[in-house]
């Protein structure tokens, strides 16, 4: 993040440039900088490069693409929508909005699009919020052959029995999978019967602790659809990772194989890593990052410049919120 505008910044007063790496130039050159700036790089904008629309794509899919102004697809979703149409366990690591939800549900829509085969699919990601988002985007396609509901702690009871009977889309969540679904996999038996795809999206958060229980659970879900017919692909979708295709084989204890090449447009990108400074050379101990990043984001406020900060948590984000208003308040109130 590289706000610009006048701000106070940890004991710094930035001067607005247009070029927001001047900002980063203005802190260096400021005579309290203490070496925070660890690294700095400006990358080109990228153009798109994209492949035409299959041709064999169902019509009804490729008239609502159309409708969507989607007429080609960037080179790296055409090459996911290849690998798993042949069957090929598939991870796509590419940056954001980079289109990658494309990657998987163009694929599970042509399935679940195909009558006499009576497929199903199964997504989970590792929020509920997640898996209702993309719910909405489903069901924005309009696609009559395509039957999505959510299965959360949040389903009523009296719409889970009809969800496993008329659903061949469902969305989910690790925990849910592990609970609720796969406990009673006789009465899911007829979806997981036929189950083609399973979608596991933002892969990359699946590590740890929590990443090891996930992966168990995808083994268990591999093992009853082998017990009921099925031989799903596996379609996953991750941020952009130096080892995508060995986290990805990992979690789900098959082979996998990456798509990395983002074909997708981009404009120019500068960052910066920026290091609170050391408060106490003794014990190593340095300024909060929080507040650090409460300063950048005050920073940004104050130049006009719309600005995102990410946390590590909910609580974490309540105060770096605190912290840059405060800030804000005390230069400009008028901003508050």
Same mark, same amino acid.
């Given at each position: 993040?590289?706000?610009?505008?006048?701000?106070?910044?940890?004991?710094?007063?930035?001067?607005?440039?247009?070029?927001?790496?001047?900002?980063?130039?203005?802190?260096?050159?400021?005579?309290?900088?203490?070496?925070?700036?660890?690294?700095?790089?400006?990358?080109?904008?990228?153009?798109?490069?994209?492949?035409?629309?299959?041709?064999?794509?169902?019509?009804?899919?490729?008239?609502?693409?159309?409708?969507?102004?989607?007429?080609?697809?960037?080179?790296?979703?055409?090459?996911?929508?290849?690998?798993?149409?042949?069957?090929?366990?598939?991870?796509?690591?590419?940056?954001?909005?980079?289109?990658?939800?494309?990657?998987?549900?163009?694929?599970?829509?042509? *399935?679940?699009?195909?009558?006499?085969?009576?497929?199903?699919?199964?997504?989970?990601?590792?929020?509920?919020?997640? *898996?209702?988002?993309?719910?909405?985007?489903?069901?924005?396609?309009?696609?009559?052959?395509?039957?999505?509901?959510?299965?959360?702690?949040?389903?009523?009871?009296?719409?889970?029995?009809?969800?496993?009977?008329?659903?061949?889309?469902?969305?989910?969540?690790?925990?849910?999978?592990?609970?609720?679904?796969?406990?009673?996999?006789?009465?899911?038996?007829?979806?997981?019967?036929?189950?083609?795809?399973?979608?596991?999206?933002?892969?990359?958060?699946?590590?740890?602790?929590?990443?090891?229980?996930?992966?168990?659970?995808?083994?268990?879900?591999?093992?009853?659809?082998?017990?009921?017919?099925?031989?799903?692909?596996?379609?996953?979708?991750?941020?952009?990772?130096?080892?995508?295709?060995?986290?990805?084989?990992?979690?789900?204890?098959?082979?996998?194989?990456?798509?990395?090449?983002?074909?997708?447009?981009?404009?120019?990108?500068?960052?910066?890593?920026?290091?609170?400074?050391?408060?106490?050379?003794?014990?190593?101990?340095?300024?909060?990052?929080?507040?650090?990043?409460?300063?950048?984001?005050?920073?940004?406020?104050?130049?006009?410049?719309?600005?995102?900060?990410?946390?590590?948590?909910?609580?974490?984000?309540?105060?770096?919120?605190?912290?840059?208003?405060?800030?804000?308040?005390?230069?400009?109130?008028?901003?508050?």
């Amino acid at each position: 993040m590289i706000p610009a505008g006048r701000s106070p910044v940890g004991p710094y007063h930035v001067l607005v440039r247009s070029d927001p790496v001047d900002l980063v130039d203005d802190l260096t050159s400021d005579p309290g900088y203490r070496g925070q700036l660890v690294h700095l790089e400006r990358l080109p904008a990228r153009p798109a490069r994209t492949v035409s629309l299959p041709e064999d794509l169902p019509p009804l899919l490729r008239s609502r693409l159309e409708a969507r102004g989607i007429g080609e697809l960037w080179t790296h979703q055409a090459a996911a929508l290849a690998l798993t149409r042949d069957g090929t366990h598939t991870v796509v690591a590419t940056g954001t909005a980079s289109g990658k939800s494309l990657c998987y549900l163009l694929p599970v829509f042509e *399935a679940l699009l195909e009558r006499s085969r009576r497929a199903t699919a199964l997504y989970f990601a590792p929020t509920k919020a997640l *898996a209702q988002d993309q719910l909405r985007t489903v069901r924005s396609f309009a696609l009559a052959g395509v039957k999505a509901a959510t299965y959360d702690g949040d389903t009523p009871t009296g719409e889970r029995a009809r969800i496993r009977r008329t659903a061949n889309l469902v969305l989910t969540n690790p925990d849910m999978l592990h609970q609720a679904i796969l406990p009673n996999h006789e009465r899911w038996a007829p979806f997981i019967g036929r189950l083609a795809y399973v979608v596991v999206d933002e892969a990359h958060t699946l590590r740890g602790v929590f990443g090891a229980h996930v992966a168990v659970v995808l083994r268990r879900l591999r093992r009853l659809a082998r017990r009921y017919g099925a031989d799903p692909t596996f379609v996953l979708a991750s941020a952009t990772l130096g080892n995508p295709a060995e986290l990805a084989g990992r979690l789900v204890g098959l082979p996998v194989e990456a798509v990395t090449g983002d074909g997708s447009p981009r404009g120019p990108l500068s960052f910066a890593l920026w290091e609170p400074p050391l408060l106490d050379e003794t014990s190593a101990q340095r300024r909060s990052s929080l507040i650090e990043s409460a300063d950048w984001l005050a920073a940004g406020v104050e130049g006009g410049v719309r600005t995102l900060c990410f946390t590590r948590s909910r609580r974490a984000a309540e105060l770096v919120a605190t912290y840059a208003r405060r800030r804000v308040v005390e230069v400009d109130r008028s901003l508050f």
